[in-house]
């Protein structure tokens, strides 16, 4: 979580949407409260992530891509 950029673009498949989806993202909230990113009992890849456009968390799983703005 150190290496991050301090803002990012996050792009992952989203089930909910059946398809891929960016969002503009941080991993920090305005208050300075740190996301997570952490392996779930299933073994499934979690981040929980501050969405920069929408003003809370959002919740990728499985892979996900991060490029810098």
Do not use: C, V
């Not at 290496?3 to 792009?11: D, E, S």
């Amino acid at each position: 979580m150190t290496q991050l950029p301090k803002n990012f673009f996050i792009t992952y498949f989203a089930k909910k949407h059946s398809k891929f989806i960016t969002r503009k993202a941080s991993a920090t909230n305005t208050e300075g409260t740190a996301g997570k990113m952490f392996t779930d009992k299933y073994g499934t890849d979690r981040f929980i992530y501050w969405d920069l456009d929408k003003g809370d968390w959002r919740h990728a799983t499985g892979n996900w891509n991060i490029k810098a703005i």
